[in-house]
């Protein structure tokens, strides 16, 4: 199983923090943020990581080498400008398995991957979305996913009007034969530009999981994390 994470976001909300270090970087809990997010991966036996770099990726890149401290194999796709959550993938399709996680770079949710990977496989389709019920624990991120009674999703919607039921928490299943919805230039976004897509050829399933996600978007959800990783069964950092 591969892991593909993006971690190429300018990181404008929690700046002055992220002027200087890239997102991935910002220390949680006396080590980088990805360090935690590695070692989550490590823990379940993925090893094989591509990251997706961009702003101040370079730092990233040093800090994290080869992998081999980690008992990973990194690899890195840079974008040489903001190319977006699908034009980072295309950019990086030469590193990619035929079918791969996708982790958004400041998010961090706890579940065992190979469970949305093996539906993704089951159900035969594209691409599939962990999505996470906020009535169970808020999350402070606003719905943005409807899913039908066979368990697809229906909406994708950051902006919907009306009441949407999960949010997306952060972790993509995908064949890279998706690849070939994306343009071939300029900036793409998976979640305004393929989704839809996918959606309207029933090619986007969903996997729900009563475990809530923590990110590092703004400085307030970086406490929660903070405080949440301060009970976590991962005693100890994996750096040396």
């Not at 199983?1 to 002055?16: D, E, S």
Request: hydrophobic share 40%; charged share 20%; with cysteine.
């Amino acid at each position: 199983m591969q892991a593909v994470i993006l971690a190429g976001g300018l990181g404008t909300r929690l700046w002055p923090l992220t002027k200087t270090v890239p997102k991935p970087l910002v220390p949680v809990r006396g080590v980088p943020y990805l360090e935690h997010q590695m070692r989550l991966l490590k823990k379940q036996s993925i090893t094989d990581v591509v990251l997706l770099i961009g702003y101040l990726g370079e730092q990233v890149r040093e800090y994290f080498s080869d992998g081999a401290d980690w008992g990973l194999h990194v690899r890195y796709s840079v974008e040489p400008q903001p190319l977006g959550t699908g034009g980072a993938l295309r950019q990086a399709a030469a590193l990619l398995s035929d079918t791969f996680l996708v982790i958004y770079g400041d998010s961090y949710l706890p579940i065992q991957y190979a469970e949305p990977y093996g539906r993704l496989l089951s159900a035969g389709v594209e691409g599939l979305i962990v999505a996470y019920d906020n009535r169970l624990g808020d999350t402070s991120v606003k719905n943005n996913i409807d899913i039908d009674d066979s368990g697809y999703v229906k909406v994708y919607d950051k902006d919907s009007p009306r009441e949407l039921h999960y949010v997306e928490a952060g972790v993509l299943a995908l064949r890279k034969s998706c690849l070939k919805l994306i343009p071939p230039a300029g900036p793409v976004s998976l979640e305004k530009e393929i989704f839809p897509l996918l959606i309207q050829q029933r090619q986007l399933a969903a996997y729900i999981t009563g475990q809530r996600f923590y990110d590092i978007g703004t400085a307030d959800r970086l406490r929660v994390i903070e405080e949440f990783l301060s009970h976590d069964h991962h005693a100890d950092p994996i750096s040396n």
